[in-house]
């Protein structure tokens, strides 16, 4: 009996359970970037020699020097894996100091920093670089960056928005831009501009004497019962110029006695604007449904 009761109180110590290890953002970079210094959170690389997106007509090149800060992180859960998505923005390298989106070298309205994005998993209590493009946008105005904000796409589905503001001395425009992890890379499943005004250049006492205009697209993501991602939908709403024809015929100065009055011609009227265009993803884009209206006015 007492040899059963020493071995029935021999119990086995419970093995330690493993803490979920936290995800850190400068090991992300490091891993990500290679040269990452955490005391100017700067990471430094070279842009990719064959970017996913059109480096014409930007400060940029392919393969150029620049200097990169985190300007978004958050954690989402997906499919019961936590993750965690990094979107950054590349300036110009300067060797003088790290270069800063806005600086006193990127500072101009056409200044667009690059957008780069990685989503990281926690699996077997480590986190996996699964999904990165380090050039997928170019996004902002005068050397800032655009507004980010994570989003619910679909079933599950989590994705990045960007929305750019830029401000000049005759007009303003917003656009917007969707960007997704897909098959190990990062995707731009959408971009396009959802708004405009010729604000300050407009009417009777401006040079073209043209009319005043503004309009502007609203983004909504419209869930579909047996898809995975939800649709896009643009509804339009605001005024446009009016067509060419009209512009014409309204800026026409007319005769008396044979001359030409000196007034000034009349400045031609806004029309009314109105649209909606419903996009459906495919294969990692976005592309418009027949039937749908994807009128953009032009400027």
């Known amino acids: 009996m007492a040899a059963l009761f020493l071995l029935g109180g021999c119990q086995r110590k419970p093995a330690p359970v493993e803490a979920p290890r936290q995800f850190v953002l400068a ?4 891993h990500w970037y290679g040269r990452y210094d955490p005391a100017t959170q700067t ?144 995707v731009r499943p959408f971009t396009g501009e959802t708004g405009y005004s010729n604000r300050d250049t407009c009417g009777p006492e401006s040079p073209l004497r043209e009319p005043c205009y503004a309009w502007q697209r609203a983004d909504t993501l419209v869930p579909i019962p047996g898809q995975d991602y939800d649709d896009l939908v643009l509804t339009g709403s605001g005024t446009q110029p009016p067509p060419e024809a009209e512009a014409a015929k309204a800026g026409k100065p007319t005769r008396v006695h044979g001359k030409h009055k000196p007034e000034p011609p009349t400045v031609p009227a806004a029309i009314p604007y109105t649209s909606v265009e419903r996009l459906r993803f495919r294969d990692g884009k976005y592309v418009p449904l027949p039937d749908t209206d994807p009128t953009v006015p032009a400027h």
């Open 43 to 186: 990471a430094r690389a070279n842009l990719p020699e064959h970017p996913s997106i059109e480096l014409a007509g930007s400060w940029f090149a392919p393969k150029d020097p620049v200097d990169i800060v985190v300007i978004f992180d958050a954690g989402y859960l997906q499919a019961g894996h936590p993750r965690h998505v990094v979107v950054t923005a590349a300036v110009p390298h300067r060797s003088d100091k790290p270069g800063r989106p806005g600086d006193d070298l990127f500072n101009c309205i056409l200044c667009r920093p690059v957008i780069g994005m990685a989503v990281f998993t926690r699996r077997m209590n480590t986190w996996l670089l699964e999904d990165e493009n380090d050039a997928v946008d170019l996004a902002g105005s005068n050397g800032r960056p655009p507004s980010v904000k994570l989003v619910t796409l679909g079933t599950d589905l989590h994705g990045i928005r960007l929305e750019s503001h830029t401000q000049a001395a005759d007009f303003a425009s917003t656009s917007m831009s969707l960007l997704i992890p897909w098959q190990e890379d990062v």
């Open 27 to 30: 090991d992300a970079m490091e």
